[in-house]
């Protein structure tokens, strides 16, 4: 399973530079956990930190930088862009395809043209070559304003020392590459992205791995609202965005995986009490209605009448259920409507999707719920503070020696939380 080891974002909002784990020149620093929580007070940017990974995955979905700019009420990119800065907004993603892979950058920058326009400025993945351990990884895709060059199949590519010498990297190019291996890219559009043209030819084997990773990030937007719609009945593999698809999901599950389906059946029944079937009826105009039956009650509870955390955990659930999950699961704020007591719960099954020995998906959670953190370790748990000069900054809990010799004593994270002991003093 791909990992997400490292993740760096500059000028995005009140995240001037913030970096979490491991990156290309930081290999030293220990990388994200399977499971990561991001913690901190109102307004120190942890909607930043989940929107620069839904702007990632919102770029490449979409393929247009503008687009992407505009959706889900960002507003344009300068609003997006930090406040008296003219720098471009970047991106560092520092992944493994798996355990035993070379660790491969993403890198991109992004800025506007001379009309306001935004546009992709630079765009660099690169790895090491196989048995390097020093030195600067390789570069196999290297675009600039749209133009550049990209390896085919697994030859490596050139070794760009320093950021200055990208401007001059096709005199670079004319001594070290051979024809055969390389090609050149120009694109037409630069609020496109390269990784996305190349990443679905096959000439191009690790940009289309890299392309596969950021489309299979799972962003939850979910509202309890979207869920109690009445979709068109018929089947549905993976849950929406939205939540808007629960129903086909179940249906899908219900005729697919009827084994697994009990299992969420039976979680919720231990977490809510009452509840002991959940099952789908198609209305006459081909509807469908997501139905829940109550024990002590004959008639079923339709998902219009049940609770938002009802409706809110049944989804997440079935998040962590999914078959073929997706590499990546980022939620901000999962306790909204959710019982307190719900909450630990909720973690310890996020924290078993991420660790467990059958490789489910990455998560990765904002949160302000002491309840939430009880089920964690420090080193999974990073705290977001707004510095003097109003920008965040982030440091992993595990770094305070005091934390982890209070957890180690058995005083739950939460309480330390609560109790203000994560805070800098």
Same mark, same amino acid.
């Given at each position: 399973m791909a990992t997400l080891e490292g993740f760096r974002v500059r000028n995005f909002g009140v995240l001037k530079d913030v970096t979490l784990g491991r990156l290309w020149d930081k290999r030293k620093e220990e990388a994200l956990t399977p499971m990561t929580a991001i913690i901190g007070k109102n307004g120190v940017g942890k909607s930043a930190l989940f929107d620069a990974f839904g702007f990632l995955s919102d770029a490449l979905n979409f393929n247009n930088i503008e687009e992407a700019c505009d959706?889900? &009420?960002? &507003?344009?990119?300068?609003?997006?862009?930090? +406040? &008296?800065?003219?720098?471009?907004? +970047?991106?560092d993603v520092y992944y493994r395809e798996h355990g035993n892979a070379r660790p491969i950058t993403y890198q991109i920058a992004i800025t506007v043209d001379e009309f306001g326009r935004p546009q992709v400025l630079r765009e660099?993945?690169?790895?090491?070559?196989?048995? +390097?351990?020093? &030195? +600067?990884?390789?570069?196999f895709l290297i675009l600039n304003n749209g133009s550049g060059v990209a390896w085919k199949g697994e030859q490596e590519g050139l070794q760009i020392v320093e950021d200055t010498e990208v401007i001059d990297f096709f005199e670079e190019l004319q001594k070290e590459r051979e024809s055969a291996e390389t090609e050149d890219i120009e694109l037409d559009d630069h609020r496109k992205l390269g990784i996305a043209t190349l990443g679905v030819l096959k000439q191009h084997p690790r940009i289309a791995a890299f392309r596969r990773f950021i489309e299979g990030w799972y962003l939850s937007y979910f509202t309890p609202d979207a869920a109690r719609s009445l979709p068109l009945a018929g089947p549905q593999k993976h849950l929406n965005t939205h939540g808007d698809n629960l129903g086909n999901v179940v249906q899908f599950m219900r005729r697919e995986h009827a084994q697994r389906f009990e299992t969420i059946l039976k979680k919720i029944a231990d977490k809510i009490p009452g509840i002991n079937q959940i099952d789908t009826e198609e209305t006459n105009d081909g509807r469908l209605l997501l139905k829940f039956n109550d024990k002590g009650f004959q008639d079923p509870f339709y998902a219009q009448q049940m609770s938002d955390g009802t409706l809110k955990l049944f989804a997440y659930l079935l998040l962590l259920e999914d078959p073929t999950p997706p590499p990546f699961i980022c939620i901000e704020e999962p306790e909204n409507g959710l019982y307190h007591k719900l909450l630990e719960i909720l973690?310890?099954?996020f924290r078993l999707h991420a660790t467990g020995l059958k490789g489910g998906s990455q998560v990765f959670i904002t949160t302000h719920q002491p309840y939430f953190l009880n089920a964690l370790a420090p080193k999974e748990v990073w705290i977001l503070e707004k510095g003097d000069d109003g920008f965040s900054n982030i440091r992993r809990a595990s770094e305070d020696p005091l934390v982890n010799n209070l957890v180690e004593e058995g005083l739950p994270l939460g309480g330390l939380w609560y109790s203000d002991y994560l805070d800098l003093r």
């Open positions: 959706a889900r &009420g960002r &507003g344009g990119f300068e609003k997006m862009r930090t +406040q &008296g800065t003219v720098d471009p907004i +970047q991106f660099r993945l690169r790895q090491r070559r196989k048995h +390097q351990t020093r &030195g +600067q990884p390789f570069s973690a310890t099954e």
